[in-house]
């Protein structure tokens, strides 16, 4: 055992492992949810590569695929925070002009969760069919 420059209380419960063995928890010990691995959120990144843009806010989307990036959702329900961004989970293909308006736009937040919203009911089936076919062709 190290030792430190701190005294220990002869009769304390904790001086040792074996009487530590012998005192009942008051709550049982909660799992952790498991987060994911970079890998496996990176597949859901690299499923935005090469997309249409799917928000197509009105007046403002380019309808360009060059400029396409993964934009993450901005609502608390999927994990969005202060200062931490949502599980790459959700995200949506969008191009860089509907991707700023999702992100610095004017419009009302309500606005701005239908639009993403809507997008991403359009893209989970498309993003399920393209993950499918690479889990198909690339075994890990």
């Known amino acids: 055992m ?6 220990r209380k002869p009769d304390c419960p904790f001086n040792s492992l074996t009487s530590r063995a012998g005192i009942a928890r008051s709550t049982p010990i909660k799992r952790r ?19 249409q843009c799917y928000l197509r806010v009105p007046g403002v989307c380019a ?3 060059e400029s396409v990036v993964p934009c993450h959702s901005n609502q608390a329900r999927h994990g969005k925070g202060m200062g931490i961004k949502a599980a790459h989970e959700f995200t949506v293909p969008g191009c860089a002009a509907c991707h700023a308006w999702i992100d610095q736009g004017a419009a009302a937040r309500e ?7 809507s ?13 499918a076919a690479q889990e198909v062709t690339c075994p890990r």
């Open 33 to 51: 949810a498991r987060k994911p691995t970079v890998a496996e959120g990176s597949r859901y990144l690299a499923a935005c590569r090469g997309e």
């Open 2 to 7: 190290k030792r430190t420059g701190f005294k």
């Open 63 to 65: 309808f360009s695929s």
């Open 111 to 117: 606005a701005k969760f239908a639009v993403w919203d």
């Open 119 to 131: 997008g991403f009911a359009h893209w989970l089936p498309v993003r399920a069919a393209k993950m």
